[in-house]
């Protein structure tokens, strides 16, 4: 089996593959969407004629811009940390819970909840409201549980990939590398194998319940779920709707609590008092850093360029070099599939025309056989 070139061994190789792979991909889009091109047109019309007609109906395009704006970004997030066949970007540690977190510090910090401010910036920033309320970790909660579902349709979105794939193969009566590996090592007594069996197995008897509790909880073999349920026909619907309610309403459900409480006031003045008590060196240093942390919070002046604090400063840089890799790794699968893709064409090319030889020889023999007698 021919190995896959990488952006590393042969990175001129890859990105003509990676070249390739964008073009039939965006050939195959423009052939689906041509069937639907009366609907295209009409949405088209709609989101653009009234920019450029000026009137009452302006602030009203303005409004929808921004909650658009606001709901494809964490869809998109969402996506990103999903997507990709394992190779998602982790958007919640990234982005998601940083937002969280940010927020409910900011309200403890006011004792109240946080106005978002428009900014020039992708992000927001957050200010204080002139008067104090008092929180509980249910209006934190409440605050950012919009963006949370958001979050969590696009990961169920981002799964589908693997879905359609294994849908097209099996249609197609083709075999999937990633389940012949599973029926393979059935035998095997390892904890990964076990799981792997247990989720194939129980997809072909109860697919939603399967798929719902596979997405309930974080699961490196969901990918399983998809191709298995790609290859078994299980209809769209099923698959995602449970992949929907897993993530979006189970998972999410658990995580947001989990991470307003951790960084509500309680935790991190405890977690503060054990690092004083068993690590008192570095003590001073995270206290003057919340310090210089809640200063920005209640002052958003202090969130323009040039002002960011080195830590916040190295956390850019990490999300950039996530991101990097995440790109890499996204085109490294692809170009990866395509070669076996590939490979699989030309087996069966020449299995047909070795298929066709022996025929076309036998047919032969047997006219020679007929002149004879």
């Not at 920019?51 to 811009?65: A, I, K, N, W, Y």
């Not at 940010?102 to 401010?117: S, W």
């Not at 298995?228 to 993530?247: D, E, P, Q, R, Y």
């Not at 991101?323 to 085109?331: D, Q, T």
């Amino acid at each position: 089996m021919v190995e896959a070139p990488t952006l590393f061994s042969n990175p001129i190789k890859t990105l003509y593959l990676f070249t390739i792979v964008l073009f039939n991909y965006a050939k195959d889009a423009v052939k689906y969407l041509s069937k639907f091109w009366h609907i295209i047109g009409f949405l088209a019309l709609v989101v653009i004629a009234p920019r450029f007609v000026e009137g009452e109906h302006s602030e009203l395009v303005r409004q929808g811009d921004e909650i658009a704006y606001f709901m494809l970004y964490w869809l998109v997030l969402g996506i990103m940390s999903s997507v990709g066949l394992g190779t998602g970007l982790h958007t919640f540690v990234l982005y998601l819970g940083p937002h969280i977190a940010k927020t409910t510090i900011q309200a403890y910090e006011c004792n109240a909840l946080p106005l978002f401010v428009p900014s020039k910036y992708a992000t927001q920033y957050v200010e204080c409201p002139k008067e104090a309320t008092g929180i509980t970790i249910f209006d934190i909660i409440k605050q950012v549980y919009f963006e949370t579902v958001l979050f969590g349709i696009g990961t169920a979105i981002g799964e589908l990939p693997p879905y359609f794939v294994a849908r097209a193969a099996a249609l197609a009566n083709k075999k999937l590398e990633e389940l012949e590996e599973v029926l393979e090592k059935k035998d095997e007594n390892s904890f990964m194998q076990r799981m792997k069996l247990l989720i194939y197995n129980k997809l072909q008897k109860n697919a939603f319940l399967t798929v719902m509790l596979c997405a309930s909880i974080p699961n490196p073999l969901f990918d399983l779920a998809g191709i298995t349920c790609g290859h078994f026909l299980i209809s769209f619907w099923t698959f995602f709707g449970a992949t929907v309610l897993g993530k979006a309403f189970i998972k999410m459900h658990i995580q947001l609590p989990m991470t307003v409480f951790v960084f509500s006031q309680e935790p991190v003045k405890a977690l503060l008092n054990l690092i004083q008590k068993y690590i008192p060196f570095i003590y001073q240093f995270l206290s003057d850093l919340l310090d210089k942390q809640r200063k920005q919070l209640r002052d958003p002046s202090l969130f323009k360029e040039g002002t960011k604090p080195l830590l916040a400063q190295l956390w850019d840089y990490f999300i950039i070099l996530m991101i990097g890799f995440f790109m890499i790794s996204i085109v490294n699968s692809l170009v990866a599939q395509y070669v076996t893709e590939q490979e699989q064409e030309k087996k069966k090319s020449k299995q047909h025309h070795h298929h066709s030889n022996k025929h076309h020889t036998g047919d032969h023999k047997t006219s020679k056989k007929a002149k004879s007698s």
